[in-house]
């Protein structure tokens, strides 16, 4: 089992940017993913990043271009970069690890991660 505490949310206005981070401790190999999903109340948890032990990244079609995942595998960290949110990415949004072949499949939904985090909330807004 992997523990996992995330940072970084926050209000930010439409077009900004903003940067979460997850800092994860326990047993991590070579076959565990890491990756970021979100929730709005009163709906399902969606996909929104997921990098492979092996640095094979996947995103939703939402956030393509303007979200970044990134790992530190040194300082067990993992990193969102948010560009260009608007209002449709206010979530909460959770990080999570687990074993995975395929991120892209994380990502869709087919694959669920075993270990999650509290999550963080990001709002945006004018």
């Known amino acids: 089992q992997v523990h996992l505490v995330e940072s970084g949310g926050g209000s930010v206005q439409p077009g900004g940017s903003l940067t979460l981070s997850c800092a994860a401790s326990?047993?991590?190999?070579?076959?565990?993913?890491m990756g970021w999903f979100r929730q709005v109340s009163g709906k399902e948890r969606e996909g929104v990043a997921v990098?492979?032990?092996?640095?094979?990244?996947s995103y939703a079609n939402s956030v393509k271009g303007r979200f970044t995942i990134s790992q530190d595998k040194e300082k067990r960290t993992l990193t969102l970069q948010m560009s260009g949110l608007n209002i449709d990415d206010s979530a909460r949004y959770y990080c999570?690890?687990?074993?995975?072949?395929?991120?892209?499949?994380?990502?869709?939904?087919?694959?669920?991660?075993?270990?999650w985090g509290q999550g963080t909330q990001v709002t945006v807004s004018s």
């Open positions: 999570a690890a687990g074993y995975c072949r395929r991120p892209d499949m994380v990502v869709a939904g087919s694959v669920r991660l075993s270990s």
């Open positions: 326990g047993y991590i190999d070579s076959t565990t993913c």
């Open positions: 990098i492979g032990s092996d640095g094979t990244r």
